[in-house]
């Protein structure tokens, strides 16, 4: 049964620390999202990716924020230095270019204190 | 505007009928969306709609469709408490981008 995997499931820091989320999409998926999910603000697109290259991460505060694909298999989004403002569920989503459905892992909860 | 837009909260008594209603932002998107997510899991495909259809029911689920003011509706008829989540609307634009609300978040009341 394929899945968005996404670890940690669950994160407690510090502000100032560096925290890394990750994302394993569907095989066979070519598009990778993240999204931000806040009580107030709702879900925000913070980037997405087609075949690996970064096509929009308007979304993402630059200074702090970074994500990448290392390979088909593996999203990152990296938060240095974290603020407690960051603290959300953090989702990554996959899908197919042209496709109908975005498929969403169950979500990273960052807490930065 | 640049973002589809909804309302954040919505709550109704249980036995009623819920509508959602959304605001997209690009007239050539080929398809509309309403995505449901449950507590504490992530957003599942709920029922989509092609942008030369005016409306699509699906048992208690009826999507209303006004291309010319881009407004997309999700009505639930008989709102039970399991009906209670987060509904977001989504767009497929002209360039295949897919673009979702912030979310309804729907409380059912006994």
């Known amino acids: 049964d394929a899945r968005v995997t996404q670890t940690p499931r669950h994160k407690v820091t510090e502000m100032g620390q560096e925290v890394t989320m990750r994302c394993q999409p569907i095989?066979?998926?070519?598009?990778v999202f993240w999204y931000r999910q806040t009580m107030m603000q709702g879900l925000e697109l913070l980037a997405y990716?087609?075949?690996?290259?970064?096509?929009?991460d308007s979304g993402m505060p630059k200074d702090r924020f970074s994500a990448e694909m290392p390979d088909a298999t593996l999203a990152t989004l990296k938060i240095q230095p974290s603020e407690p403002r960051d603290s959300a569920v953090y989702f990554c989503?996959?899908?197919?270019?042209?496709?109908?459905?975005?498929?969403f892992g169950p979500g990273t909860r960052l807490t930065v204190t | 505007g640049e973002d589809v837009e909804q309302s954040l909260f919505l709550s109704v008594r249980e036995g009623d009928s819920s509508v959602i209603n959304c605001t997209y932002t690009?007239?050539?998107?080929?398809?509309l969306y309403w995505y449901k997510q449950e507590p504490g899991a992530g957003l599942q495909l709920l029922t989509y709609?092609?942008?030369?259809?005016d409306m699509k029911q699906d048992q208690r689920l009826t999507v209303l469709l006004n291309k010319k003011d881009k407004h997309l509706s999700l009505r639930i008829a008989d709102t039970q408490t399991g009906d209670s989540a987060i509904y977001f609307c989504?767009?497929?634009?002209?360039?295949?981008?897919?673009?979702f609300g912030a979310g309804t978040r729907l409380t059912v009341k006994p």
């Open positions: 989503a996959s899908g197919l270019a042209g496709g109908h459905e975005q498929y």
């Open positions: 095989l066979g998926h070519n598009t």
């Open positions: 990716f087609r075949n690996r290259a970064p096509l929009d």
């Open positions: 690009d007239s050539s998107s080929t398809y």
């Open positions: 709609i092609f942008s030369n259809m």
């Open positions: 989504a767009e497929k634009r002209g360039n295949n981008d897919m673009r």
